[in-house]
């Protein structure tokens, strides 16, 4: 239940790119209702997307009988956002790094870097089967978000 410190929603959606907009559009919506500035929103809204990619595109591979779990959390201190999939799971430590030379030229590889660049803390969990990211941006004492 939402009071006027906290707001929660979660779903449940399928393994598609359509489910990867909704869950993009949802972000974009808590980060505007946290109060973050318009330079820091679009920032929020590329991460998340990219964490959505990640579970229908690496995690479930597409496969239609799979699912993604996303979760938002407005707390008094920090927009919390969990993206889960059904996958083999991931472990962030055996990713190459984009900025290696030999990585420099890639097409993909890069957002696990974009989503921490763009969140103050993101953390992975194997749930068996699949890989959860939260994903959190902390408010400053100045958002004032309802």
Known sequence: MADSTTSRVSFTLDSTLDSVNKIEQTAEQYAQRAGFDEDTIPHIAMAVREAAVNAVL????????????????MTADSLVIRIADQGPGLNPDTLPDPLAPENILRGSGRGIFLIRAFMDEVNFRQLHPGTELTLIKHRTPAQSGT
């Open 58 to 73: 690496h995690g479930n591979a597409y496969d239609v009988n799979k699912h993604i779990n996303a979760a938002f959390e």
